[in-house]
């Protein structure tokens, strides 16, 4: 009989393992759609509130020092309280953000609301993510770290293509998309809540929230190489926030928000797609292709800011955003190469500390000095960034040590 009752239950444990992960793939989409909507918003605060490319930046900054904090805080809580419990907060948190984003006539309250964002997202970022490789099925091999890295880029892309339209065709267009987002949280606490958790409660809750960062042993060499191409990618990612508004309208010469949604999604959707092509490689391999192809991408980028040529940045948007789908889920994996359950949370808490820092600190640095260079010359420096860390992820890359010893 002991045999014989996990064989009886396994297509309902099945069948609670899929709706877990399509809950938590779901609600992984709906935050960072959440976090997408605002983008295309933001020359309309421009125009309409008298914003700065300093206040934009600011409002990133805000967002991300908010994501930093949650993660190093709360990124381990999920392994003691359960996944569902933080995943609900989170997706309130950022309910919350959008209510007061209806209002935003000051700089405080678009801050404010990022930042309320900020702290949905590093709930979400974690927990989420590691309740997406916990349910996740064991094939095809890369589905978990492929959903658990690009569902955060496949979201960004949506909230900022939907966005976008609305924005440009439909009616309230500065509240609208907020409404929406929050239906569609609501729709994501509704369905974690009546999935399965696959964490159960153990002590050491309060001891957790003592700030922490660990990897186990046999990943701790592949962080310095994960944090280049994080920091690249993501720093790439929080230009794109701050600055690609300002520059589609000034340098590129068009103000259609639909058109900057789409600009931004250039860069975060392929990502998803870069990823399962990333997947056919080893996780050093495909970090090298991966950067490689995305410093061609910036290069083209910088190109088409100094030519004003908008094709050409959407497509070289393009490039980037694929490339970086193979080097970040290519990091990903080679971190969770043999991963236990009790170890899912702390690395993508690592993962997203690592990648969260990479878009504060340029984003700090480029606010202070939009007031002195434009932001075509602070794209060069992006660039630059995209340089130096493609040349060292091309020399010091390496794979997941097979037979080492955990830590």
């Known amino acids: 009989m002991h045999d014989v009752a996990p064989v009886i239950n396994l297509p309902r444990r099945d069948r609670g393992l899929a709706l877990a992960f399509a809950s938590a793939v779901i609600a992984l989409l709906a935050t960072f759609a959440a976090v997408g909507s ?22 990133v900054v805000a967002y991300s020092a908010a994501t930093l904090s949650t993660l190093l805080f709360l990124g381990r809580l999920s392994n003691h309280v359960g996944r569902r419990p933080l995943a609900i907060a989170g997706l309130g948190l950022l309910v919350l953000a959008c209510l007061l984003l209806l209002s935003v006539h000051a700089i405080g ?48 892309a949506v909230g900022a293509i939907a966005s976008g339209a609305l924005v440009q065709f439909g009616p309230w267009p500065r509240d609208l998309i907020y409404l929406v987002v929050i239906c569609l949280l609501l729709l994501s606490v509704a369905l974690v809540a ?73 860069y975060m959707g392929p990502s998803a797609l870069g990823a399962p092509l990333g997947g056919r490689f080893s996780p050093a391999t495909a970090q090298r292709l991966g950067m490689v192809s995305f410093l061609v991408g910036w290069i083209g980028i910088i190109t088409a800011v100094a030519t004003g040529t908008l094709m050409l940045f959407i497509a070289a948007t393009v490039v980037a955003g ?56 602070i794209s060069l420096g992006y660039g630059g960034l995209a340089l130096v860390a493609t040349l060292f992820t091309v020399l010091a890359a390496r794979n997941p040590q097979i037979h080492a010893v955990k830590g």
């Open 38 to 59: 605002t983008i295309p918003l933001f020359n309309i605060y421009r125009a309409e509130e008298g914003f700065t490319n300093a206040d934009i930046s600011l409002t």
């Open 109 to 156: 309250i678009l801050v404010a609301g990022r930042l309320l964002m900020g702290l949905g997202a590093g709930l979400g970022s974690s927990t989420l993510t590691a309740y997406i490789v916990d349910a996740a099925p064991t094939r095809p091999a890369w589905l978990a770290s492929v959903a658990s890295s690009q569902t955060v880029m496949l979201g960004l």
């Open 194 to 266: 009546v999935s399965p958790e696959t964490v159960g409660p153990t002590p050491g809750g309060w001891r957790s929230l003592r700030p922490s960062v660990r990897l186990p042993v046999r990943g701790r060499h592949l962080v310095p190489v994960a944090a280049a191409v994080f920091l690249a990618t993501w720093a790439t990612g929080a230009f794109y926030q701050a600055f690609v508004p300002a520059l589609v309208e000034d340098q590129l010469h068009t103000s259609n928000s639909l058109v900057l949604g789409l600009v931004f999604a250039a």
């Open 322 to 377: 694929a490339s970086q789908g193979i080097a970040i889920s290519a990091a990903t994996r080679g971190l969770l190469y043999g991963s236990t359950l009790s170890d899912r949370a702390p690395i993508f808490a690592v993962v997203y500390l690592l990648s969260y820092s990479g878009a504060t600190v340029p984003s700090l640095v480029s606010a202070r000095l939009s007031g002195i260079f434009s932001v075509p010359h």
